[in-house]
């Protein structure tokens, strides 16, 4: 075990876990944010994306121990009220229908629309290659993207 600083959501933390443990458990079972889901647990799916830096990372295969003290952001961090652009834009656009991706579908869309205010469908569909939807909701989830790129 050792102690791992972790900035999430911009707050500190100081956990006592393994170095080799993925962020995603760390997040959700030591510090209760249990908004990031588990998918396949190899990075695959994008269930799990969170932001370190501001950039989309897949936390199920990262140890928590690579983290330090960099910027995480998860779902829960996004918006304190759900009031943040692509939120809104995901329900304007009746994107969920599981909704279990979902918060990995809205965390690398907020990567992209923060590098690319202006995303193309080809932008999108590349920057969201990596997230799966098992209900299918892709045409809904580019609509919500276009939305909520030209709100923020």
Not at 34 to 52: E, N, P
Not at 80 to 108: F, K, R
């Amino acid at each position: 075990m050792a102690t791992v600083p972790l900035n999430a959501n911009g707050q500190a933390h100081s956990v006592e876990v393994s170095s080799d443990t993925p962020l995603l458990w760390v997040l959700r079972d030591t510090l209760g944010l249990t908004g990031t889901k588990y998918g396949c647990g190899i990075g695959a799916c994008g269930a799990c994306t969170v932001h370190l830096d501001g950039n989309a990372v897949r936390s199920c295969t990262l140890p928590v121990g690579q983290v330090g003290g960099r910027p995480i952001t998860t779902i829960e961090g996004l918006s304190t009220d759900g009031d943040h652009p692509l939120q809104q834009a995901w329900l304007a656009e009746n994107v969920s229908q599981c909704g279990y991706c979902q918060p990995g579908q809205i965390m690398a869309a907020a990567a992209l629309v923060a590098e690319n205010p202006n995303p193309s469908d080809a932008d999108i569909d590349a920057a969201m290659s990596g997230n799966l939807c098992r209900c299918g909701t892709y045409q809904r989830i580019r609509r919500a993207i276009h939305r909520a790129a030209q709100e923020v």
